[in-house]
């Protein structure tokens, strides 16, 4: 195997090893997770209370992903 196969194989696996640490660090700094948490404990998760419309943690994580709310 010449040296460049060698080592493009070596590149794409390491690089795909680091795929989650990277994203897991980049989530970490967009997103404020305590927020995101208490306003999900404020939930009320039985069926019969579910609203048809999501909640504001969905809102606030539409937001930092970019993507609008349809609400």
């Known amino acids: 195997m010449s040296i460049c196969v060698s080592c493009n194989?070596?590149?794409v696996t390491v690089t795909?090893?680091?795929r989650?640490?990277?994203?897991?660090?980049?989530a970490a700094s967009a997103i404020?997770?305590?927020?995101?948490?208490?306003l999900m404990?404020?939930?009320n998760w039985e069926v019969k209370d579910?609203?048809?419309?999501h909640s504001?943690?969905?809102d606030i994580l539409l937001r930092v992903?970019?993507?609008?709310?349809q609400v």
Request: glycine letters at 2%.
């Open 32 to 38: 404020d997770f305590r927020v995101i948490l208490s």
């Open 41 to 43: 404990a404020k939930v």
């Open 16 to 18: 795909a090893e680091l």
């Open 56 to 58: 504001q943690y969905v």
């Open 65 to 69: 992903c970019g993507w609008r709310s």
């Open 9 to 11: 194989l070596q590149t």
């Open 20 to 26: 989650r640490p990277v994203y897991m660090c980049v």
């Open 50 to 53: 579910v609203m048809s419309q």
